[in-house]
């Protein structure tokens, strides 16, 4: 009844009741006849009945307890989208090239391999960045003349190639091939092959 009232009232503000009377008129302009009825009661008429018992059966439903592993789950599930739309806007674009689509971390190394493995990731490494210890100049890789970094050492440097190629059978990958979700098993034997493991 009260949404007849409202289609019947000449100013209203929401924004439905407005669609449906545009609507309503554009019918009418191709020749369709429409009559709006209201029926007070929906009892004795099946069809009718079946709405009005989901819609008592949904208010009830609220009334019960919830599982609290439901709503733990739910929960987690709505931080966890937050989390990926800031992520996917993140001005900081190199950590997403490793990890673009956020997931929860599992570790499955001892606590080194698990601490170096996030040093790598996150791009500070004691090789590349002990100079702001001691303010001094960025370091400079010794083989190609750039600027020392953990992707530069790891895929750029072409005085690596030749251990990519032995570790990895690639002499040319990117950051998340190597050490992204699942790391590549080879991973630290080359870093120690090439002289900087202990240096991470």
């Not at 370091?139 to 690596?160: E, M, R, W």
Request: charged letters at 25%; a positive charge; glycine letters at 4%.
């Amino acid at each position: 009844m009260s949404l007849l009232e409202s289609l019947r009232s000449s100013s209203t503000h929401n924004l439905l009741i407005k669609e449906v009377k545009d609507f309503y008129r554009h019918l009418l302009s191709k020749g369709a006849r429409i009559l709006f009825s209201w029926v007070p009661s929906h009892v004795g008429i099946t069809r009718n009945e079946l709405p009005d018992k989901s819609e008592k059966s949904a208010t009830e439903f609220l009334t019960r307890p919830i599982v609290y592993v439901d709503v733990l789950s739910a929960v987690n599930q709505w931080c966890h989208y937050q989390l990926q739309e800031k992520w996917n806007v993140d001005a900081n674009k190199k950590h997403r090239l490793i990890k673009p689509v956020l997931s929860q971390r599992v570790t499955k190394f001892k606590r080194r391999c698990d601490v170096l493995l996030t040093r790598l990731r996150i791009g500070h490494t004691r090789l590349p960045h002990k100079y702001l210890l001691f303010a001094e100049s960025p370091p400079t890789c010794s083989h190609c003349g750039d600027i020392l970094t953990v992707k530069d050492i790891v895929t750029d440097c072409i005085a690596f190639n030749r251990h990519r190629l032995r570790y990895f059978r690639l002499s040319s990958f990117n950051l998340s091939f190597s050490f992204g979700e699942i790391p590549h098993f080879n991973l630290f034997i080359y870093l120690k092959d090439i002289g900087v493991l202990r240096d991470i």
